[in-house]
């Protein structure tokens, strides 16, 4: 599989990488998942993702060297039709995933070094992504009588990930992309070397 070098993207280390899809198959998230991976790079954990058992993947890259990795591994893999690349940044991605009312079971984000606050932002627009939903969930509950559907079965998406999906952060070891929001909160953190992973859920 094709790669790219330099800062501009940073790839998940094997140890690591090994260490996310462990967690994730002892919880049984992958088999059929949507998964939404952000900053992609050349689409490594993507691609894992559906080698390990997810039905679709979703990336989102901006740059133009990347992008094009991207689209040379998928079509030299074969799995152009499990897979789709927004080539553009990760708000207008979010956005455009959010219009088109798309929701997944894993998000995954791993920004280069320097981009400190995209942890911030991803973690503020996943959130606001479920805040105009909470209306329509509250009305449910009301009207929700001894037999129906749970809330959580009529609504099974928070916003843009589902409420039993999982939102994951890569960072330095060193650095703290925080607790969460009013919506998601850190579940725990493992470290490998001097990355490690945040784990966030709904609060719901």
Known sequence: MASLEGQETR?????????????????????G??????FSGTGSIAIEALSRGAAHVTLVENNRRAARIIRDNLE???I??????????VAEGLRRLREQSRCFD?????????????????LRLVSESATHEESAQSEAADSNTEGSQSVAEDFPC??????????IAEHEKRFDPGDGTEQLVRTRTLT??????????SRK
């Open 80 to 89: 152009t039709d499990e897979a789709e690349l927004l080539e553009c940044d």
């Open 33 to 38: 998942a949507e998964f939404l991976d952000l």
């Open 158 to 167: 928070f916003g843009l990930l589902r409420h039993d999906g999982i939102l």
């Open 192 to 201: 490998q070397g001097e990355s490690s992973l945040s784990f966030y859920r």
């Open 76 to 78: 030299t893999l074969n």
């Open 106 to 122: 894993v998000i995954f984000l791993d920004p280069p070094y320097r981009m400190k606050g995209a942890y911030e932002q991803v």
């Open 11 to 31: 790839p998940t280390y094997d140890r690591l990488k090994e260490t996310l899809f462990n967690v994730l198959a002892a919880a049984g998230t992958l088999d």
